[in-house]
């Protein structure tokens, strides 16, 4: 278990919440089983997270969850390939790793799904034809999105639909203000325009392109969902559809809502609720593989084969089949409301 840390560590709690309820009625075959689980602290470092995972390896853990963000789950994801063991991404959307018997799984929807969705209900919604693009090119998370997002919107619309593609990154964008991005997104006068980027940069990034005149509708990603992003953010985000990995008023959440809320003192966001999936997912997992073996090496390969025919599992963020890709098929889409808050709206499910 490798949680990241900005303060306040949603995805552990949620996993404290879940050995709470189940510490004394896991059965495995007919048999009462007990968890031990391993607290890693990533801090948000890319290489630490990759020493956890090989570290957990070495101490013969039959599956990690965790870590959080694509840019842990990257380095991550590559060394749990190598060790041959089960890691389930939380809110990760751009693990990177592809290779056949992939032990990667990840909880949440891949960028290129809600960049897929995002385009339809751009074209659609909207009418539009035309698109600009602003994105942060030292964020794996984001550079992804944005480049399968331009990739789906040229193959519908033509090669010069995109009419502005701008970055920025941490080195630049306290220099910039984000004028000169603003800038171009607004001269540009493109259909709609998608900013799919980290929530601490959001409210800055999207009140620059509206204070630059920029009037037509702004799409948004799974960070999109920071409750405190969009307080900030107010009048210019106002309306905006995005494509979060979770929220607080989605169908079947009362319960957990309610529980987390009142251990806690504060509603969970998505970090929480996909890392008690990822939780309640593993026991199912667990469960179905069923025989438990001598072998390490056997048990963890079995829990994959039994992740990998996980269908329609009914988690606290939705129903969760894997795709080819292990990650979710479905994506959410919310809205903006008028008082600034998100506002889930409907899940979209490819047939």
Request: charged residues 25%; contains cysteine; negative net charge.
């Amino acid at each position: 278990m490798t949680p990241d840390y900005d303060g306040y560590n949603w995805t552990q709690n949620a996993v404290e919440m879940w050995e709470e309820e189940n510490k004394s009625k896991l059965r495995i075959d007919g048999f009462r089983c007990s968890v031990e689980i391993i607290l890693k602290n990533s801090s948000g470092d890319a290489n630490k997270a990759a020493d956890i995972t090989e570290w957990l390896i070495e101490e013969n853990v039959v599956a990690i969850v965790g870590p959080e963000y694509s840019s842990l789950a990257i380095p991550a994801g590559e060394v749990a390939n190598y060790g041959e063991t089960p890691m389930i991404a939380t809110t990760a959307t751009h693990p990177n790793v592809t290779m056949d018997r992939s032990y990667v799984f990840t909880m949440g929807s891949l960028n290129k799904a809600q960049a897929k969705v995002l385009v339809e209900l751009g074209s659609d919604l909207y009418d539009a034809k035309t698109a600009s693009v602003l994105y942060q090119d030292d964020v794996a998370y984001s550079a992804d999105f944005a480049g399968s997002f331009k990739k789906y919107w040229e193959r519908r619309h033509g090669s010069n639909s995109v009419l502005s593609y701008v970055s920025f990154n941490t080195s630049n964008v306290n220099e910039s203000n984000f004028e000169k991005q603003s800038s171009e997104i607004s001269q540009s006068n493109a259909d709609i325009t998608l900013i799919p980027i980290l929530a601490t940069q959001i409210p800055e990034a999207v009140k620059a392109v509206r204070d630059a005149g920029y009037s037509n509708p702004i799409l948004g990603g799974d960070e999109w969902g920071s409750v405190s992003a969009l307080q900030k953010c107010g009048e210019a985000c106002k309306d905006s559809f995005f494509t979060p990995l979770f929220l607080p008023d989605m169908p079947d959440t009362e319960s957990f809502v309610e529980k987390y809320t009142e251990k806690f003192g504060v509603q969970p966001d998505g970090r929480a609720a996909l890392a008690y999936d990822a939780m309640n997912l593993l026991e199912v997992a667990l469960k179905d593989y069923g025989k438990w073996q001598c072998s390490i090496f056997k048990n963890r390969d079995g829990l994959r084969e039994a992740l990998d025919n996980v269908k329609n599992f009914q988690g606290v963020a939705g129903e969760l089949t894997f795709d080819n890709m292990h990650s979710r098929e479905c994506v959410n889409v919310a809205r903006v409301n008028a008082t600034f808050y998100p506002t889930y709206l409907f899940t979209f499910c490819p047939n």
